[in-house]
């Protein structure tokens, strides 16, 4: 995401530091990681190393990495946590994957029909509980690191202020 980043604000990183990340990202190989949370980062890396080699490829590891995406986004806009065992609805993964998604988009990746987004927010939206908390329920619960991903999506949802302050004020007294 570096590279990404420093191409789009010129000048973000030094460019022995930028060159660094070029490299580093075209001798990594893909983790091949099939938790749906981890799915839009590998999409995202190879994305990124197709747009650097050229080679098809990478072109068709992000695409496939996107339908194993699509294969686990369910009718009410949850995207579960497993891919391989669809066993896994936890709120915390949904966000994770959803704001990969987002990026990827902001960063011209690839395109998301905008039905399917709205749908994910929503499911999001709908499972805030009362206090704040989102991520009560499934692996992961109680865990810290999706909830730079769930304030992301608030901060950027249209009509979201109140659960943005709700959620906010979940995480300053936890």
Known sequence: MMYKLNRKYKGLLPNATAEKCKI???????????????????????????????????????NNLLKKIYNVWDIDGMIEDNSIKRISANPQYHVFA????????????????????????????KHIAPDGDFNYYGRGTNQIFGWGPA???????????????????FVVRH
């Open 98 to 125: 959803l704001v990969g998604l987002l990026i990827g988009m902001y960063f011209g990746c690839w395109n998301i029909e905008h039905k399917r987004l709205s749908k994910g927010i929503r499911f999001f939206l």
């Open 24 to 62: 580093l990202l075209l001798q990594t190989g893909d983790s091949r990681h099939d938790t749906t949370n981890w799915l839009p980062m590998r999409a995202f890396n190879n994305s990124v190393r197709f747009e650097l080699t050229g080679k098809r490829v990478y072109a068709h590891i992000c």
């Open 151 to 169: 304030l992301m999506i608030l901060k950027n949802t249209n009509g979201a202020n109140e659960l943005l302050e709700r959620c906010t004020a």
